[in-house]
């Protein structure tokens, strides 16, 4: 799928094997087009077209992953984000989002309810406070307090979907290989800035007040301007346990591909796990080149890639078959 906006690329030069240290980021040999967007699942594909019309209106990289994610956030027909989100056991949706850019600024918000939004508060938190995370009830009054407007996230097909779930009476958290439970995006522009944003409505039919790794910066996102962005979906705990979105970069601070950080995250995480019954993650990262890759435990998880010229579905490689 074509993506407008001829008048945003850039072009650089990157070497594939020149390792990412700090101070040495010298880009030479391979031609990278720039900007670079790209966001987990295939609902990445709407957003990285946000992501980049965002850029042709002048808007920095940060504007870019915010509104690019914001199209999900507002896809009632999209179940583990925003609105229309499966809720938790007890039927309230319940959101967590976050948001970074190269110079390690950054704002979260979890369990935020009644939002349809939350990476725009999270934005808020980030820019307006002296704080990186906000939480429940303070994170709703914080949101309408400046200006965002409640809402019932609870859509007539989700609404159903818990009733049905409930008649099985197994208060366990839905975990399956088309669990597509997070958007999460990183962004490089024309100027080789950074920035990543990442937000869901978590595991469907969670006990409430279950956080996952999206709102924690270098678990569900972060973003080095030195070196590269990542940002994980899947089994947040797991997530959580490695720190991994920090790892993935760290490890392409010491000289990795995206995707060969990616692997190693995967890795560890499978090592860390006696039991990897449906426990699928996946790892999506962006270096200071413009390069981009992936990897997953199991089979199925997909990302969309998008500069000002293309966009398009990529398949992650991955470690097991379901």
């Known amino acids: ?61 940060l504007d870019a992953v915010e509104a690019g994610v914001r199209v999900t956030e507002s896809d009632a027909n999209n179940q583990s984000v925003g609105l229309g989100g499966l809720p938790d056991r007890d039927g309230n949706v319940t959101l967590d989002a976050c948001i970074m850019n190269h110079l390690s600024q950054c704002g979260a918000v979890s369990f ?25 009830k303070g994170a709703l009054e914080f949101a309408i307090d400046k200006g965002f407007t409640e809402s019932n996230l609870l859509t007539e097909e989700s609404s159903l979907a818990w009733e049905k779930w409930k008649l099985q009476s197994k208060y366990n958290p839905q975990i399956n290989s088309e669990n597509h439970d997070t958007i999460g995006m990183l962004g490089i522009d024309k100027n080789g800035e950074l920035a990543g944003a990442c937000t869901t409505s978590g595991m469907a ?27 994980a979906t899947g089994v947040g705990e797991a997530v959580i346990r490695i720190a991994g979105s920090a790892i993935v970069v760290e490890l392409m601070r010491g000289g990795a591909t995206p995707e060969e950080a990616c692997k190693e995250a995967v890795n560890r995480i499978i090592r860390k796990h006696d ?30 890639h998008a500069t000002a010229s293309g966009n398009e579905m990529i398949d992650a490689k991955y470690m097991k078959e379901w």
């Open 112 to 136: 935020l309810q009644n939002i349809e939004n939350p990476i725009s508060v999270a934005r808020k938190v980030m820019e307006d406070t002296p704080h990186v995370m906000l939480s429940g």
């Open 1 to 61: 799928m074509g993506v407008a906006g001829a008048a945003i690329i850039g072009c650089v030069e990157s070497s594939a094997n020149e390792q990412i240290t700090s101070g040495s980021l010298l880009p030479s040999q391979t031609t990278q087009e720039f900007p670079v967007i790209v966001s987990t699942w295939n609902h990445g594909i709407a957003a990285n077209r946000s992501a980049i019309e965002k850029l042709n209106q002048g808007g920095t990289i």
């Open 205 to 231: 039919y969670k006990l409430h007040g279950r956080v996952g790794d999206s709102p924690i910066i270098g678990a569900g996102l972060f973003v080095d301007g030195e070196v590269g962005a990542a940002c």
């Open 275 to 304: 039991d990897l019954t449906n426990l699928q993650v996946g790892f999506l990262a962006l270096d200071k080149f413009g390069r981009s890759g992936g990897y997953s435990v199991y089979g199925g998880f997909n990302y969309a």
